[in-house]
């Protein structure tokens, strides 16, 4: 047969699944990191606030033992205690890590501002609100009190220690479009502050925004942002939307409020036939 007919779906976007830390609250995304370096100084190995940050977006056991893969980490590691860093110490500093997160998550809980007002926008615009993340169910159950006392309460959310994997894989994604009864992928669009959430985005088959400024990639809080000279803002700033781009971003902007327009392009170009 010469000719074979393509099912496109050309409907409008139907979902949005929104990240957590750096991207809905937590700016800058401080509260894992932090944390972190502390279980690492427990460890008598000091750890920089960037070696920390370097795998976030990943399950919180993935990304110790990934931080304990770092060249200059294992040597500092291997200077203290004569031995490379094995899965038993990833595994008692995962153990270390859950107590100090959990005491410390309310205080990282305030909303990134914009939050509200497009999770409002999507809501008019007919979608429904799905999330994952890196953190714990345990840790989410913290999160989702603090974030539905602030008025933000997604209709599903799914941590990596609920699938088989979490980011980059897809499985937070799926599961969330199971939950929320959604499909196809492509009526979906992923939003989050990491490489890695750009990764389960693209793997999972959904649209995918990238957020430069208010999470992991500059990692500072609103006020440090603007006490930058505007020369090195800039330059940082350019350097988060590269490397989000070059992992596949359909979209990279500054923060969460400035995804509403979006919504509506990527409405044209599914109206169009593209697909993610
Ligand atoms: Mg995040």
Not at 14 to 33: E, I
Request: aromatic share 6%; net charge negative.
């Amino acid at each position: 047969m010469d000719f074979v007919f393509q099912r496109t779906y050309r409907g409008r976007l139907k979902a949005a699944l929104l990240d957590w830390a750096g991207t809905t609250m937590d700016y800058g995304c401080f509260a894992p990191a932090v944390v972190f370096m502390e279980v690492y100084k427990r460890q008598g190995v000091e750890i920089s606030i960037d070696e920390a940050r370097a795998p976030m977006g990943a399950h919180k056991r993935v990304h110790i033992r990934q931080i304990s893969q770092d060249e200059n980490v294992a040597r500092r590691w291997q200077a203290a205690h004569g031995r490379a860093p094995e899965e038993k110490d990833v595994e008692e500093m995962f153990r270390d890590f859950i107590p100090r997160q959990l005491a410390c998550l309310a205080d990282y809980a305030d909303l990134i501002p914009g939050t509200l007002e497009t999770v409002a926008a999507m809501r008019r615009a007919g979608l429904k609100i799905g999330s994952t993340t890196g953190y714990t169910a345990e840790m989410m159950a913290v999160l989702t009190a603090e974030a539905a006392r602030r008025g933000y309460v997604p209709d599903s959310t799914v941590c990596a220690t609920q699938v088989p994997a979490g980011r980059p894989h897809p499985y937070m994604c799926l599961q969330n479009a199971i939950n929320l009864e959604t499909y196809p992928m492509e009526a979906m669009v992923k939003i989050g502050d990491t490489l890695p959430d750009i990764e389960e985005g693209l793997n999972a088959g959904m649209w995918t925004i990238g957020l430069a400024k208010t999470g992991n990639e500059l990692g500072l809080t609103g006020e440090q942002i603007q006490a930058l000279a505007p020369d090195l803002l800039r330059s940082r700033l350019a350097k988060a939307y590269r490397r989000m781009q070059q992992t596949g971003a359909h979209y990279v902007v500054d923060g969460i409020g400035d995804v509403p327009p979006l919504l509506d392009d990527i409405n044209a170009r599914l109206a169009r036939g593209e697909r993610p």
